[in-house]
């Protein structure tokens, strides 16, 4: 029994033979594939050589198959066809899209993103789902390792990095009080800041170097600067329940200006612009390398980013 060697065959040859059984012609199978004859021929022998058969032979009415050739002609459109498939790049489809994606993110993002992306979602992707964890020390590893497909958040990246990012948006911080606290009638100065006492949101299981310009101590890191220093009454490991102490309160919480747009909102809040020079920070989406072809992901991070530009 002949051995067929598979390391005789490539593609090319397979796109001949194809050409070959189609046309029974060798000048026109060459013609076809953009080949001269003398090319074709010479790939006809190797595919005689490899199938140890004759394939096409001569007749009066020119050349026919032989019962081999003509088993190969099914088979070989489909294998073709595979091929076509397998090199073609994937079409995604929300509306027939399914899985879960696994997200990291503080509450910050869930709340001040999330909302209008899952809308999208729903609306778009309805049989996708996501699954939120905590953003901690262990994200890049997570990222890294697949365990989390995206992050949402802000850090700097190693310059080795296998991890990509896309600034989403450019964040700034402003302070909220009690809608009728006294501090609204006065000049809202360094003096005034530092006289009343403050509410400070940690970021549960977050070192510091991962996030490098949390609000975790950069308050208090400028007013040091000054000279001066702030009571800090209360400490917080989370947003959500920040605006309700506020609003019966003569606290001071200094935070991200979308997120305290959104806590004025739905509570009675006021808005102050911070007397201290805080600065800005790039809110990021990040996401590991592998994941950068792939439809499903390119369309969920294209998703997060148009609808952030409208925050």
Request: with cysteine; charged share 15%; aromatic share 4%.
């Amino acid at each position: 029994m002949h051995k067929i060697n598979l390391s005789q065959l490539d593609l090319n040859l397979l796109l001949v033979l194809s050409a070959l059984l189609q046309e029974r012609n060798v000048t026109k199978a060459g013609e076809r594939m953009g080949l001269s004859q003398s090319a074709t021929s010479h790939a006809l022998g190797r595919l005689r050589q490899v199938f140890d058969d004759p394939l096409l032979t001569r007749s009066a009415k020119g050349m026919v198959l032989t019962p081999r050739a003509q088993q190969l002609l099914e088979p070989l459109q489909t294998i073709l066809l595979d091929i076509e498939q397998l090199i073609k790049p994937k079409t995604f489809e929300p509306k027939t899209a399914q899985g879960t994606i696994q997200i990291a993110a503080s509450d910050y993002a869930t709340v001040v993103i999330l909302p209008k992306v899952l809308k999208q979602i729903s609306d778009k992707a309805p049989d996708l789902n996501l699954e939120c964890h905590h953003w901690g020390p262990d994200t890049l590893d997570a990222l890294t390792n697949g365990v989390i497909d995206l992050a949402l958040g802000l850090l700097n990246l190693p310059q080795a990095s296998q991890l990509q990012l896309q600034t989403l948006f450019v964040e700034d911080f402003v302070s909220v009080v009690r809608a009728d606290h006294p501090i609204t009638q006065t000049d809202f100065t360094v003096e005034s800041y530092v006289a009343w006492s403050h509410i400070l949101i940690t970021i549960t299981n977050t070192s510091v170097t991962a996030i490098p310009k949390s609000p975790i101590s950069h308050v208090d890191t400028v007013l040091s600067g000054l000279g001066v220093k702030r009571r800090i009454m209360l400490k917080l490991p989370h947003f959500l329940a920040a605006p309700m102490i506020v609003q019966h309160t003569d606290l001071i919480l200094t935070l991200p200006r979308r997120i305290a747009m959104l806590f004025a909102q739905h509570a009675n809040l006021a808005i102050l612009e911070p007397p201290i020079q805080l600065g800005t920070y790039n809110y990021m989406q990040i996401w590991h390398e592998r994941l950068d072809g792939d439809p499903l992901h390119i369309w969920l991070r294209e998703l997060i980013a148009s609808q952030t530009q409208q925050l």
